[in-house]
């Protein structure tokens, strides 16, 4: 079965830093997204990609997160100066079309911010 | 935008007992409506979804109900398991919004 994979599995910051979280979705899927899950929360919606740019994106998602997808394959999620509470896990999710078929959700990036 | 509201956010139950969660939501244009089981440190798994033109799916032990009217969606899990123990969130979205969830009901099935 296909998988959405992501990579690192869990990654550790120093505050200030900037880190990048690497996702590959299905092959054949078209819209790309990023959810957020602090420990013991709600699964939170970020960002939505569809055709090589943002289609949504929540309060959440500021002026510190980009997305991109640099080649055919990878859909990064760059947070450019991590704080304290943007520790969390970090789940990437791809599907064909809308309302086909439910999400397809990574294994999640762990990140800790110390 | 949607706003998904899930209940209870705790819930235990005897083994073989039945399992009900329930969700509202907001957007009258919301047409797909998924669960999805997440164990302890895992992926939420998609377990069962239902499209607005359906009143209730059943797969095996799992059942969703749907009244379109009230905007809510339930989850019925019967005859549970020990192994049914998880996180299960409701989620809703249409072909103009992207998913939302809710908040999770935190499942314990007592052997």
């Known amino acids: 079965e296909p998988e959405v994979t992501q990579t690192p599995s869990h990654q550790v910051t120093q505050m200030g830093q900037e880190v990048i979280l690497r996702c590959v979705p299905i092959?054949?899927?078209?819209?790309f997204y990023w959810y957020r899950q602090i420990l013991g929360q709600k699964v939170e919606f970020l960002v939505s990609f569809y055709n090589n740019e943002i289609s949504e994106k929540s309060e959440i998602f500021d002026d510190q997160f980009s997305v991109e997808r640099p080649d055919g394959s990878n859909f990064t999620l760059k947070i450019r100066s991590t704080k304290l509470e943007d520790s969390a896990m970090y789940f990437c999710?791809?599907?064909?079309?809308?309302?086909?078929?439910?999400?397809?959700f990574g294994s999640g990036t762990r990140l800790t911010v110390v | 935008g949607e706003n998904v509201e899930q209940h209870p956010s705790t819930l235990s139950v005897q083994e073989g007992d039945s399992a009900v969660i329930k969700c509202t939501y907001s957007?009258?244009?919301?047409?797909?409506f998924p669960w999805y089981k997440q164990e302890l440190g895992k992926r939420p798994q998609l377990i069962i979804d239902?499209?607005?033109?359906?009143g209730e799916k059943k797969d095996q032990r799992i059942a969703v109900t749907l009244n379109k009217t009230a905007k809510h969606f339930s989850l019925h899990i019967t005859e549970t398991q020990p192994e049914d123990s998880a996180v299960y969130f409701c989620a809703a979205t249409s072909n103009n919004n992207d998913m939302r969830f809710g908040a999770g009901t935190r499942l314990t099935v007592k052997p």
């Open positions: 092959s054949n899927h078209l819209y």
């Open positions: 957007d009258s244009a919301s047409n797909y």
């Open positions: 999710a791809s599907r064909d079309r809308p309302n086909i078929y439910g999400y397809t």
């Open positions: 239902i499209r607005s033109n359906v």
